[in-house]
T-cell receptor, first 115, second 112 residues
C-alpha cells in the first residue's frame, strides 16, 4: 500500500535520552517534512527537505536534527529529549512538479511523551 | 511571513445543515491552497487542493473556493452528516518549493 509509514507509533522517553523517529515514503516524492502538533498551537514545521541530500529549518527546529540520505527516508532525531518535546509528530511528503498540483500527504503520527 | 487563520475554532451544527468554514491568509501571492481533514488521534487527510489559477474545486459534498485578492478561502459542506465531524485544516503554499503553512483548524461537530 502506497503511503507514509512512521515508527514508533508511540513512545515514552526519559528526559535526556536520544530518540530517532523514523519516516518512510514509497511515493518517490522529492519533498518531505516533519511537523509537531500541540493543543492550541496547531501544526508547526520542524524541518523539511526538498530533495535527497538537502534539508532546511522550519519554525521550531531547536533540539531536533534531520538527515535525508535517500528519497524514501527522513528520520528525525532528538539528541537529548526534554519534556517540552512531548507532542504528536507527523511526517509528510509531496511531489514537486512545478505545476501547482502538489498535494501533501501525511503519515499516521508518532505520539511522544518525555518524562 | 505567511500567516493562516481559521475562524471559528469550533462549530456545532445539526445534521443536514449546509455549512461554511473560513480560512484567511496574509500574503495573497500563494502557489496553492489545501484543505485537510483530521479525525481524533489520526493523521491528516487531504480533501481538496486549489491551484493559484483556480477559483474553486469540488469533491462530492465539498466545495472549496479561493479568492486570492482578499486572502480568503472557504470550504462549503452540503447536507452535513455526523460522519463529517472532525477538525478541518487549511494550509497554503507560497511557492513550489516551500512548505505548507497551516491554520489551527476548525473543529466541527455534526449532531444527529
Amino acid at each position: 500500500i502506497a503511503g507514509i509509514t512512521q515508527a514508533p507509533t508511540s513512545q515514552i522517553l526519559a528526559a535526556g535520552r536520544r530518540m530517532t523517529l523514523r519516516c518512510t515514503q514509497d511515493m518517490r516524492h522529492n519533498a518531505m517534512y516533519w511537523y509537531r502538533q500541540d493543543l492550541g498551537l496547531g501544526l508547526r514545521l520542524i524541518h523539511y527537505s526538498n530533495t535527497a541530500g538537502t534539508t532546511g529549518k522550519g519554525e521550531v527546529p531547536d533540539g531536533y536534527s534531520v538527515s535525508r540520505a535517500n528519497t524514501d527516508d527522513f528520520p528525525l532525531t532528538l539528541a537529548s529529549a526534554v519534556p517540552s518535546q512531548t507532542s504528536v509528530y507527523f511526517c509528510a511528503s509531496s511531489p514537486q512538479s512545478g505545476q501547482g498540483k502538489e498535494t501533501q500527504y501525511f503519515g499516521p503520527g508518532t505520539r511522544l511523551l518525555v518524562l | 511571513k505567511q500567516e493562516v487563520t481559521q475562524i471559528p475554532a469550533a462549530l456545532s451544527v445539526p445534521e443536514g445543515e449546509n455549512l461554511v468554514l473560513n480560512c484567511s491568509f496574509t500574503d495573497s501571492a500563494i502557489y496553492n491552497l489545501q484543505w485537510f481533514r483530521q479525525d481524533p488521534g489520526k493523521g491528516l487527510t487531504s480533501l481538496l487542493l486549489i491551484q493559484s489559477s483556480q477559483r474553486e474545486q469540488t469533491s462530492g459534498r465539498l466545495n472549496a473556493s479561493l479568492d486570492k485578492s482578499s486572502g480568503r478561502s472557504t470550504l462549503y459542506i452540503a447536507a452535513s452528516q455526523p460522519g463529517d465531524s472532525a477538525t478541518y485544516l487549511c494550509a497554503v503554499r507560497d511557492s513550489g518549493n516551500t512548505p505548507l503553512v497551516f491554520g489551527k483548524g476548525t473543529r466541527l461537530s455534526v449532531i444527529a
